[in-house]
């Protein structure tokens, strides 16, 4: 067990509709990730949120927002979805941005999303 | 970010020594080396770090050699429960947030 809890675990939704994933981090972890991995894409970085305010953006789509909230749990919106979205949708969460332990994120156990 | 080029797959069997070499040639001066696991469905895992020389911990070494252009992660004595998919991420300190998972080794073994 990682200590990074993400809900729901899975969801089932149509094209166009619109959800929200959820993720607690570890406790005392300040940064967030959200990662994104499909059969052909693999494990995609999506964005980092640290202590509230977004630190850095990858390829994240523009239907797609986040935010981290003032008790350090974050949430990830998908909208207008597309049948391409379907994936394993994973938070992470570390320490700090980085530091000396910039490798050892925490992962949660991941949202399977399909989009019908 | 360096890019990393690592095997697709591998085969063992049980009882054996593991090595997987990770090729990075363009890593810069202030770049770690980290080596994730990720079992299917489930997220990846921490499993060792280095910057330079050689680094264990309970569940497997790491060598790296003094131009660091390359890494291989080294899991003794593997069992079926090591199955999985090993990612190899070259990247700064501080910057976690721009971790690179490339496609990864998927390494299966058998009895």
């Known amino acids: 067990d990682s200590g990074v809890t993400q809900t729901p675990k899975h969801l089932i939704t149509a094209t166009g509709q619109r959800v929200t994933l959820r993720c607690s981090p570890r406790s005392g972890d300040l940064s967030v990730y959200w990662y994104q991995q499909s059969l052909d894409q693999g494990l995609q970085f999506l964005i980092q949120?640290?202590?509230?305010?977004?630190?850095a953006k990858g390829n994240i789509l523009e239907r797609f927002s986040a935010q981290q909230f003032p008790d350090l749990h974050s949430e990830l919106n998908l909208s207008s979805l597309e049948l391409g979205d379907s994936a394993l949708y994973f938070c992470?969460?570390?320490?700090?941005?980085?530091?000396?332990?910039?490798?050892?994120?925490?992962f949660g156990e991941g949202s399977r999303l399909t989009v019908l | 970010l360096a890019k990393t080029t690592q095997p697709i797959s591998m085969d063992s069997y049980e009882g054996q020594e593991v090595n997987i070499t990770c090729s990075h040639n363009n890593i810069a001066t202030n770049d770690y080396i980290t080596w994730y696991q990720q079992f299917p469905s489930q997220g990846p895992r921490f499993i060792i770090q280095?910057?330079?020389t050689k680094v264990t911990n309970e569940v497997a070494s790491l060598f790296i050699p003094a131009d660091r252009k390359s890494s291989t992660l080294s899991l003794p004595r593997v069992s079926l429960s090591d199955t999985a998919v090993y990612y190899c991420l070259v990247g700064p300190a501080g910057g976690g947030n721009k971790l690179t998972f490339g496609t990864g080794t998927q390494l299966k073994v058998e009895l």
């Open positions: 949120y640290y202590n509230g305010e977004e630190r």
């Open positions: 992470a969460s570390s320490v700090g941005t980085g530091g000396f332990y910039a490798g050892e994120l925490f």
């Open positions: 280095g910057y330079k």
